[in-house]
Each structure stands twice: as C-alpha cells, then as structure tokens.
C-alpha cells in the first residue's frame, strides 16, 4: 500500500511545475518548446516517482538538492521577481521537506520493495534520466546567462540624448 503522502506530494509537484510557463523567459518557439518539453518530462518522472520506483525516489532526492541550490538565484529572477522568488522558495520548501520524508523507513521500504510487474526497462531509466539531467542543464544555463546580462548591461539603460 502506497505511504500516506507521496500522492500529495506528486500533486504539489505537479502544481509546482506548472508554474515554470510563468516563470521561464520564453521568447521564442524552441524557449516555448524546451518549457513543454521540462514540463512534460517532470510530469513522466513524477509518474514513476508516484508508481513507485525507486531509482525515481533517489532521482527526486537529487531534483530536491538542486531545488535548495537554486535559493541562491533569488537575487537575479528570470521574471517578475514576486512570482519567481516565491517559486523558487516555495520548491526549496518541498525539497526539504522530500530529503526528509523520502528517507522515513516505511517510505524508503515501500519504494524498494515492489513486485516484479512495477519494473521499469533500464532503457527506459536511463533516457528519462539522461533528459532530466540535460533538462536542468538548461534550465541552470538560462539561470546563468540571466545573471550575466544583468551584471553586463543594466535593466533600464540611461537613454541617449542627441545635440540638437
């Protein structure tokens, strides 16, 4: 029987996810296509992680890390710096709150302990975790050139005047 919580758990993250549309500079089709593309690839993982599989538990544990990480980016926000640092702090929450639940002794035996029939080809694994990975990569990339534009060139560049 499935532990109290990874059902709530799975629909918070999915709520969570959502909010990446909103957050994520998207400025042309292939930004759009990459945020449809995290979103969807979040949502397979959260499936897994939902039915079960263990190597989707230890891969949430390491999205939860990055999740705390990412709280050193509230200083440069992708977009309106309300809705992304409240994003931000509010995965950050969740990601703690996964490290510690994730490694209660009835969770951890549930998610390693399941019949043959829930097991997933290790093809299959390992592409969900090649894209997760290359996903992030992104995602942290979008983050950084973000902070480097800022620190280059200001928001709000002094105007021009021309001699008349």
Not at 46 to 72: E, K, P
Request: with cysteine; glycine share 6%.
């Amino acid at each position: 029987m499935r532990p109290r919580g990874v059902s709530t758990i799975t629909i918070i993250l999915c709520v969570l996810t959502l909010g990446d549309f909103l957050l994520l500079p998207i400025s042309s089709m292939l930004s759009f296509v990459s945020v449809v593309a995290e979103v969807a690839l979040s949502y397979l993982l959260f499936w897994y992680f939902w039915s079960g599989r263990n190597w989707a538990r230890i891969l949430m544990l390491l999205v939860s890390l990055g999740s705390i990480i990412i709280l050193g980016s509230v200083g440069f926000p992708l977009g309106s710096a309300i809705i992304y640092n409240s994003a931000v702090v509010a995965w950050a929450v969740v990601g703690l709150f996964l490290i510690y639940y994730l490694h209660k002794s009835a969770v951890r035996s549930w998610f390693k302990h399941f019949p043959e029939v829930r097991r997933t080809p290790r093809s299959r694994i390992a592409i969900v975790v090649v894209l997760t990975v290359i996903v992030s990569i992104y995602g942290l990339e979008a983050m950084h050139v973000k902070y480097l534009k800022s620190k280059v060139a200001p928001a709000n560049p002094p105007k021009q005047v021309l001699p008349a």
